[in-house]
C-alpha cells in the first residue's frame, strides 16, 4: 500500500486536500478507497477508465471495480453516461464527495462556533459585564493552545469563588494545572478529592485525644 502511494507521488503532480487527508476514515473509506479518491481528484479528464486505473495504481480490473462500487454505494461518487459528437462515454462525477467534505466543513464551523459562544458567554455572566476585544482573544487563546472547555470553566468557578474576576489569575490557575498534568475535568476533580481526603485524615489526626486513648 505505501509503495502505490510512493510510485503515485512520483509520477504525477499529486494533490491532496487535507480535509479529506484528515477525514477520510469518518467519511468510512478504507485505506484504498483513499487512494483511488487521491488518484481520480487529480486526473485530468472524467472518462471513466478503469484498466488505466488498474494500470496506473498497479492493482487488478477487478478490484478497481469493487473500490468504485463502493464509493458509489457510499454516495461518493457516480458513473454517469453522457453522449460527446455521437459517442457515448462513461464519466466519473465526484459532486458527492464534495458535498460530504462541505458537510464535515460546516459541522466543524458550526461544533466551534456554539462552542465559543457558549464559554464566551459564560465569563460575561460569571463577571458580569461584557468582556473587551483583548479579553476575547485570551480566551481563544487558551483553546488553541489545548485547554479542554470543561477546564477552562473550571479555572473559571475556581476564581469566582475566591472572589478573582480577571483572566490574569485565570491563566496562572490553567497553567498550574498543565504543569501538573491534568488534562480533563476528570483530572483536576480527582486531585481536589486526593486534596480533601488528606485535609479530613489531617484534622482526624490532630483532633484525636492521645491522653485519654485507652488502649485495651
Not at 87 to 105: F, M, S
Not at 130 to 144: H, N, R, V
Not at 149 to 154: K, N
Request: proline share 2%.
Amino acid at each position: 500500500m505505501m509503495e502505490k502511494i510512493i510510485n503515485l507521488l512520483k509520477e504525477q503532480n499529486i494533490q491532496i486536500p487535507k480535509l479529506l487527508l484528515f477525514n477520510y476514515k469518518k467519511l468510512a473509506l478504507t485505506e484504498k478507497d483513499f487512494i483511488l479518491l487521491i488518484y481520480l481528484l487529480n486526473e485530468n479528464g472524467s472518462i471513466f477508465n478503469p484498466k488505466k486505473i488498474s494500470e496506473n495504481l498497479n492493482t487488478t480490473l477487478p478490484e478497481i471495480l469493487e473500490l468504485v462500487d463502493h464509493l458509489s454505494t457510499n454516495g461518493l461518487l457516480s458513473i454517469q453516461l453522457h453522449k460527446q459528437n455521437g459517442v457515448r462515454e462513461e464519466q466519473i462525477h465526484l459532486d458527492g464527495l464534495y458535498e460530504k467534505l462541505a458537510y464535515l466543513i460546516i459541522n466543524v464551523e458550526e461544533k466551534t462556533e456554539v462552542k465559543s459562544k457558549n464559554i464566551y458567554d459564560l465569563f460575561e455572566q460569571e463577571f458580569g459585564r461584557t468582556l473587551s476585544p483583548m479579553e476575547y482573544e485570551i480566551i481563544g487563546g487558551w483553546c488553541d493552545a489545548g485547554f479542554e472547555q470543561e477546564v477552562i470553566i473550571l479555572a473559571l468557578k475556581e476564581a469566582t469563588y475566591n472572589g478573582v474576576s480577571n483572566l490574569r489569575y485565570i491563566d496562572k490557575i490553567l497553567y498550574e494545572w498543565k504543569k501538573k498534568g491534568f488534562q480533563t475535568k476528570q483530572d483536576v476533580e480527582k486531585d481536589r478529592a486526593n486534596y480533601q481526603a488528606k485535609k479530613v485524615e489531617k484534622k482526624e489526626l490532630f483532633d484525636y485525644d492521645w491522653l485519654n486513648d485507652n488502649d485495651e
